[in-house]
């Protein structure tokens, strides 16, 4: 992996017990507390679980083969998204990926 420059991820964090969530929530899951704030997570991370795409939906029609993934950040959430290889018969769990960019499709991290 290149070492470059990782997007960020946003993300909400709660100031009484530090619980991180990609979504908004009002209030905290873990302790309720209404003390929430916007943060910016590094979008470094490692291949948790892939697959490859042979036949797309109408949608991704022309873009097969591709792989999509769960990737497991530095800071501990599991995001979804396109992984984006040079090769993909080597792309394996556990392996380092960047955060590319993100669109309408979602998330790209490259290998």
């Known amino acids: 992996m290149r070492s470059e420059r990782s997007q960020k991820v946003a993300a909400y964090r709660c100031k009484d017990c530090s619980s991180t969530t990609l979504s908004y929530r009002a209030i905290c899951q873990n302790c309720f507390s209404k003390n929430i704030e916007k943060v910016e997570l590094d979008g470094r991370g490692r ?47 556990g392996m380092k990926v960047v955060l590319e960019k993100t669109d309408d499709v979602g998330f790209w991290f490259r290998i």
């Open 47 to 93: 291949i948790f679980a892939y697959t490859i795409i042979r036949v797309a939906p109408e949608q991704f029609k022309g873009q097969e083969p591709y792989a999509v993934g769960i990737v497991r950040l530095d800071s501990g959430q599991l995001v979804s998204g396109r992984l984006v290889a040079q090769n993909l018969e080597r792309i394996e769990n």
